[in-house]
C-alpha cells in the first residue's frame, strides 16, 4: 500500500531511492505565504551530511536542493511544494555482491519477502538516504512554526554507554562536536568510545533526545489522534529506531503516582502552570503548555566489516564481511530527522486543532 | 479533529464517556464470513473488568456488549459492526467536586484549554471506560488473526521495582494471578508491593508486554506505514501510556553491532531463519516472520488519595485529596488493551500488504 | 475495505441494517460548544420518514433518535456524538421469498458477488433506512453551518417530465406539497403522472435541487479535494444516485465561453460579485462566494410490483413480482438525504481550509 | 488543506504549475513487478498534447517524461515512482498583465480569496498544464489494469450540439480525428461548428464518454466508498468539469422503474447477465460485472478573445480581451484525463476490494 506520504491537513511525500536518479518530497498543504527558498532547506540537509566528522562516513554526498514548485517571488503560493536532491555519487560497484544475500539487520531480507525482489544497491528504499525527504519537509515544518513562537532544541543524549550529564548541559555545546552532545565531557567519552568499536569492526547506538517549546496548549485529538501517539509513530517510521518515549518515559514504569503527578500552581501571568514536567508536555493525549520532551532510541548501525554469519539466495549458509563505507553510529545523523519528524507532526496537530471550538469557528469566519 | 477512528482498510470508531449513555464502536472493514457473536467480545471485555482482584477498583460495572448491526445468521456481513456496552452504575455524586479543578495527571487542563470546557463526571473521554470500545474491537480483530494462524500472548512484564524473570516464565500463571503476571513468585512480590502503595495513598507504574506469534513476514509498508510505527501509534494511544518499544528497545542504545544483529541461518524447512530476534519480529519496517515482541510504559495511576497541590478554576492554589475509588494501578486492566491496539494495527497490516505485488494481484483475480 | 466513513477533519460513520437491531451513526469531530438536543436531529429523520403522503410507503416507522455520547448540558463537548434509531417494525416475513433470488436493479447481485453471501432481508445495508445514519449526521452539519451564516434550500426540482418552472417557484410551497415542490402546478402535475405510475405497478426517477447561501469564498482544496468533486461524491454515494452537476451542469456542454463564463462587477460593498452563476457557486474547485448550486439525477424506485426477468442463485432464469410495499417514487425521500450529504462536506471543508494562509494561522494562535 | 493526494492503497501525489521549474507525480502504492518504463508514460502524455490539430494550440510544448524512482531493472519496486516533465516553452511575458484582474471563468478570484495571493502566471496551478501529473499516473494505473484484462475506450462524445450516434459508431475512427470522436461525419460537423467558434473569438463545451470492460464484479465500498462516487469524485476534480453521470445518468430521472431496471438471464457460461445496462455497470454502488459507462461534461474554454467585464485589483470595473493562445475547446485534451482519473481510481477500488472476505483472505495468506 501506499506507505510514503504522513500526515492529514499537512501532509509530506517522500520518494527516491540511494541510487535511483534522485530523492525528494512534495510537502501539501504548506499555507500561502511563507517565506521560503533553497537556503532554508540547504541548511537542514547538511546538518545531516556525512563527513563532518571522523565518525560519519567520508562518503562524498553533495545534496543540493532544488525546489520545483510551491514558490513565487520568495513565498509559498499554498500549492504543493516539491523538492528535489539529485544524487550525484552513487556507484553500484561497491554494492554488486551484496544482490547474493541477506545482510544482517536489514531490511533486504523483509523487501524480498514483501516484494519478491529488491533494488540491492546499497539501500535502496531503506537507505539512510530516504532521510534527504523527511528533512527537506522538516525544514519548512519548523520554519512554520519558529514563526507562531514554537522552537526545537535536538540533541545526542547518549551514545553506547555514555550519556550527558544535566549538571553539565550546555546546548551552545551541540554544534561544537561532531556527535551533537550538549556536554562537551562527555563528547570527547563517546568519541574514545567510538574509536575503540572502530578498532573492532563494530558500531554502537544511542539515544536522541528532543524538546519542543512554546507549543499552545490543547494540540492533539481524542482517542487516537493523540498527539503523543502521533509523534510515536513519526520518529518510529525512522530506520533504526527501536523504543519511543514521552516525557520520564520507561521511567514512570518504577514511578509513583506521588512522584510521577505534575502539580499545578499559578503562574507570573495569572495562569495554571506545572511545577514539574514529567509528562513530558502531554496529558491526556494532548499538549499541556510546557517543554514537550522526546526520546527515541537509535539500534547500532547493522552494515559492520566484521564477520556475520547470513544466507544466500540459494539457500546456503555463509559468512560474510560487508565491504565498503560504514558509519560506525547513526545517532547524530539521525538528530535532524528526529526534529524533522516531530516537526511535521506538530504542524498537522496545529492545523487539525483550529475546528475544535464553535467560538473560535465563528470568530475565524467573520471577516 | 475527528479523532476517533483507527485504522484504514480495518477501521475503527469508538465512542462514549464513563457517565454518558453507553460506550462503543464501530468496526468497518471486518471480512465477511467470520463467525461472530457477543461471547466472543464478553470474553475480551471481562479481562478488563475490575473486582478481578484486590488490586483492581471494586467498582461494580456491568459491561455486558450487544451487538447492534454488521452479523447476521452468525457470520459477520461484511457491513460495519456497531457495539455498544450500557452504562450501569456510573454516580455523578463521586465526581462533582472535581469539577472545580485540575487534578494533576490528569486531562483535565488540557481538555479545558482545547474545548472550552469539559464533561467532568468521571474521566469523560478520557476515562478508563474508553478502552471498551477498543477492546471490543479487539476481539474482532484477534479472531480474525487466529483464524490465519497468528496468535497473541500479552502479560504484565513488571510492576514497580519488581519484574518477571526469564527463568520463571510460565505462560500458565498469567491467569492465575489478578496482576496477569507469568510469574507465580514476581505476582506475590509485587502484591506485596502493591499493598503497600495502597497503604501510603500511592499508586504505581508498570510495564506491559506483547508477543505475536504466526505473523508472516512482509506486513508493513516503507516508510512512514512501517508496522512498528502504527504498533507505535496505536499503543501510546492508549491512555496513561508513556514509551513504547519493539524487540530490545531502549537496550540497543547501550549495545553494539555485533551483538544487536540477528544472524541468519536455513531453518529446518529449508527457508532463511533468524538465530536471535533483537529486531522483535521487525525488520524495515515490515515483520520477518519471527515473534514480533513489543512493550508498552504505564504510568502510575493519577488519581490518588494523597493530599495533592493544584489550581481550581478561579485560579486560586489549593490542596485536594481525590476522593472515589481507585485502581493503585493501570497495568493489568491495560493488558487486554495493548493486546487489542496491537490486533487492530495487524489487521490492517494484513489487508494493506495485499496488493503488493503484480503476481499475487494477478493471481487474486482470476477466477 | 472500510466504506462507512466520510470525511477527513469532521468525520461521519454509519453503521446498521434495514433488519438488524438499529442503524445509527458517529459524529466525529464536531467542535464543543454547539447546542445540541434530540430535537434538533429528529426534525431532519422527520423529512424522511414514509406515510407523510399517498405517494410515500405506508409502513409505519417510528424513527425516534436517542443521543448517547458527545452531549453534556445541552451543548456538544467536542467529543464523538453517537445516534442511534432502534428499528421497531421491521418484520422479515414480507421479505423471505428474495433471499433465493436477485431482484432487478438491487444491490443483491453485487453483494453476493462481493462478500459471498447477503443479509437478504429487506435491502440490508443497501436498504434505504441506511440514510438514517447521513440524516441524523446532516442534522447536526447544518445546526453548524447556520452558526456561521449558510443556509441550505433543497427540493424536488423534477418527476419524471414534470419540472417546476422558474416563473412560478416559490420557496414557501417546498413543504406545501407531500412531493417537496416549490411550484404548486408542477406538484399537482407530478401527483396525476404519479397514481399513472401506481396503477401500472410502475415507479418514476427525478431530480432534486439544492442552493446552499452564505458559503464564504475559497473552501475546496485544488487539485482533488475542489468542492465540487467532494460535494459529487457525497452526493453520488446517496443509493439510486446516477449524475451529479454543478451550476449549469450538462448545459455546458452545448453552451459557449460568451454565454458560460460569469462576469465580475462591483458590488454594493465594494467588493467583486458576479453577474451571473453559470458556474454555480464553485470556481477553479473553489467557493466563489455566490450561491452553491448543484443536482442529482435519481433513477425511478427498482422494486415494482410488475412482473420483472431475473435470475435464482440456483442459476434458473425466473419471472418474479416482488411483493410487499413499495414506493413509486424514491425523490422526495432523497431531498434531505441530499441536504445532509452537502452539508456534512461542507462543514469539512470550512474546517480544512482554516490552514490555508500564514496570516490566519498567526491570528489563530495569538491568544 | 493538501489537496493534491488522491487514493487509499493506490496514491497519487500530483505537483507543480504551468509556470514553475515543471510538473510532476508521486505514484505510491504500485505493485511491485509491473514492467514499466519511459515509454508508457509517454504514450499516455502524448494524447494531451497540443498542437495535434488546430483545434488546441500551437503552444509548442516538450512534455518528455523522466522516471526518477521506483524502477529497477525495467520493473516496479513496489517503492514511490516519482516522474517529472521539465516546462520548456512557458513564458511569462504573454501573461503578465492579467496579474491585475480576475478572468471571468478562471479561478483567479476564488484563489485570491483563499491564499491571499496567486502565482499569476498562466493558470499556475489550476493550468491546463497540471494534468501532466494526472496523467503520467494514468499511464501506470492503465497498464495494472490491463495486466488484469481491464480496459479503456475513451472519447469525445459531444461538441456543442454535435454528438456522435450510435448507429456511426466506429472506435477506429476515435484517433483519425483531432477530436478523438468516433463517428467521422460527427466529427467534421464539429470541425465546422469549432471553426465558427474561433471566427467569433468563442469557444465550445462537450461530453467525454468512458467505457471500461473488464472490471469484476463486487468493487467498490458501500456505503461510501462506493465505485461511482470515488469515479464522480476523481472525474469531477478534473478542471472544467461541471457534471458526473454514469449508465443513463440524468435521464434516469425521466425513466420508468419497467424501462430502467437491468434484467438479469444466464449467460454462456452459466453466470448471471445483464440484458441491458442502464446502470452503467455499477449496482448499489459495486461494479456488477458488464462495462462501466460514465460521462463528464465539460464546459467552454474560459479564456477567449472576445471583451469581457471583469473587476481588477483596484475594485474598478474594467473590459478585458484576454490576449495570448487559446483552444476554443477543452474537450479534446480531457479526454486522457478522464480516462486517467477512472484507472487511478479503479485500481485503488481493486486493492481494497482484496480483504472483503474471510475465505479469500485465508487463501491469500496460505503460503
Redesign the interface.
Known sequence: ???????????I?????SH?????V?V??C????PLDENDIQKFLNRRKPGQSKFTTPRKEDDAV?????V?EG????????L?VYNQNQKSKDYSEIASY?R????D???D???????YRGG???SGR?TIG?VAAGAIAVK?LN??GITFLTYTR?I??ISISSQNFDAAQINENPLYMPDADAAENAENYLNA?IA?Q??????VECIIQGV???????????L???L??????I?A??????????????????N???????GAD???VK?TN???GI???????SDIILRA????????A?P????NKD???IDVSIKGRHDPIIVPRAVVVVESMAAVTLVDA?????????????M??QH
Open positions: 500500500m501506499a506507505g510514503s506520504s504522513f500526515g492529514t491537513i499537512f501532509k511525500t517522500t520518494w527516491g531511492e535511483g536518479k534522485g530523492l525528494g512534495v501539501d498543504g499555507p500561502a505565504g511563507l532544488e525546489i520545483l514548485s510551491g513565487f513565498k509559498t503560493t499554498g500549492t504543493p511544494i516539491s528535489v541477506y544482517p539487520g536489514h531490511a531480507y523483509t523487501f519477502q514483501k516484494y519478491g525482489f529488491r533494488d535502496g528504499r531503506s530516504e523527511r512554520i514563526q507562531l547518549s553506547g554507554p568499536c573492532e563494530n558500531s554502537s547506538g544511542g539515544v499552545p496548549a490543547g494540540l492533539g485529538d481524542p482517542v487516537f489522534e493523540k503523543n501517539a502521533n510515536a509513530k513519526a520518529v518510529m517510521s530506520g529506531v527501536k523504543g519511543f518515549e514521552i516525557g520520564d518515559g520507561f521511567d514512570v514504569a518504577k514511578a509513583t503516582g506521588k510521577n503527578n505534575d502539580a499545578f500552581r499559578i495569572g495562569r495554571p511545577t514529567h509528562a513530558g496529558l491526556g493525549g494532548m499538549s499541556d503548555g532510541a537509535i539500534k547500532p548501525t547493522p552494515s559492520i566484521a556475520q554469519q547470513t544466507v539457500g546456503e549458509e496545529l492545523f487539525t486543532n483550529m475546528s475544535a471550538r464553535m467560538d473560535s469557528l465563528e475565524f469566519y
